[in-house]
């Protein structure tokens, strides 16, 4: 497909198991930004991949999250020990360029039990 | 303070009207600016960037007031296809893009 495709759709899982999390973005886009968003909430940033720099992590909220992505195209995003505050809509975003036009995938909704 | 403020409303207003959101952002060195719109369960979508000149898009107006650090969305004769969240991005600190909380809007007949 031509958009950014996110898998699973649905997670859930019980308190204190890992999950992983994918994100293909669309073919050509050097941004990916992951964001979370909790019921009724605003979207919350996570971690910012451009190009082949370093990633702007600073929006992870704990050393139990991490992200990779590999060869610029497929990115992991990985919850370990997972909480039950964890529990949310996991939203990866691509863009052609820095600070561009976002187009996002449908989420992945993570629920911990 | 945070990055990129907003009024979560909700705003209720009739079929017609004219209705304003405002965003505050915190980062001077901000130089992208966007508004989002995202409807309920659905992911956001870009609804237009945000010129320093200010810019239209048929019936949605936007506007970049550097010295306040602040941005506007103006809605002109509202529809009830309009009803949806508003979400104000500015890049941040950084160069990633910060979303803001978002201004619900509801438009009834």
Redesign the interface.
Known sequence: GAGVSQSPSNKVTEKGKDVELRCDPISGHTAL?W?RQSLG???E?LI?F?GNSAP?K??LPSDRFSAERTGGSVSTLTIQRTQQEDSAVY?CASSPA??G??F????SRLTVL | RKEVEQDPGPFNVPEGATVAFNCTYSNSASQSFFWYRQDCRKEPKLLMSVYSSGNEDGRFTAQLNRASQYISLLIRDSKLSDSATYLCVVNGAGTALIFGKGTTLSVSS
């Open positions: 930004y964001y909430q605003g979207l940033f910012y451009q702007d600073s929006g939203l820095m600070a036009e976002l996002f995938g449908e989420g």
